[in-house]
């Protein structure tokens, strides 16, 4: 059965693009296409439509991910019963999900930086407001979190 990934971040054109794109990366790098799928979405609608922050796009470019492709969209109530993993970049996104969820859900509701390996912040930093090292440190955080994730899935399988 094919799993499901949604990454959720507030403006969906930073950090949950970001993990979209590496967890594809990812999956893609060990060859696991037809075990699973992964999606973003932003708690906010402000940025629908639009592609990606520029400086998200430059940074993941310096290390060969093409987010460009990549268009923002609102969580929606359906994303509930179409994913198996929602993953949230920070505490109040995670508190705007909780507010969403059905009690249907039966799905892994949670804060993405959980499954970092080494230990990380519980919360990843928004990086909007801050400089181009801001960007360096989610996609830093993003690939080591991509890993852990990854391994939890084919332990669970
Ligand atoms: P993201 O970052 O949630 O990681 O996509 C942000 C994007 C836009 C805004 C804030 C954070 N904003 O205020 O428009």
């Keep these: 059965m ?3 990934i949604l990454f959720v971040c507030l403006g969906n054109i930073c950090r949950s693009p970001t993990a979209e794109g590496v967890m594809a990366h990812t999956i893609a790098k060990h060859q696991l296409q037809a075990r699973f799928q992964v999606d973003s979405a ?4 402000w940025h629908k439509g639009e592609p990606p922050d520029k ?3 430059a940074v993941a470019k310096t290390r060969g991910y093409d987010l460009s492709p990549l268009r923002a969209r609102p969580v ?4 509930f019963d179409q994913f ?7 505490k ?3 508190k705007d999900l909780q507010a969403l969820k059905p009690s249907h859900f039966t799905g892994h509701l949670g804060l993405f930086l959980a ?7 519980q919360e990843m930093p928004d990086p909007y407001y801050s400089d181009e090292q801001g960007f360096i440190d ?19 399988a």
């Design 115 to 121: 499954f970092h390996p080494k230990g990380s912040p």
């Design 42 to 45: 932003g708690t906010a609608q």
């Design 92 to 94: 109040q996104n995670l």
């Design 84 to 90: 198996d993993y929602i993953l949230a970049m920070d």
């Design 2 to 4: 094919i799993q499901r």
């Design 138 to 156: 989610v996609l830093n955080l993003t690939e080591a979190a991509c890993e852990g994730l990854l391994q939890h899935l084919l332990q669970k």
């Design 55 to 57: 400086r998200t796009l």
């Design 76 to 79: 929606l109530p359906q994303d």
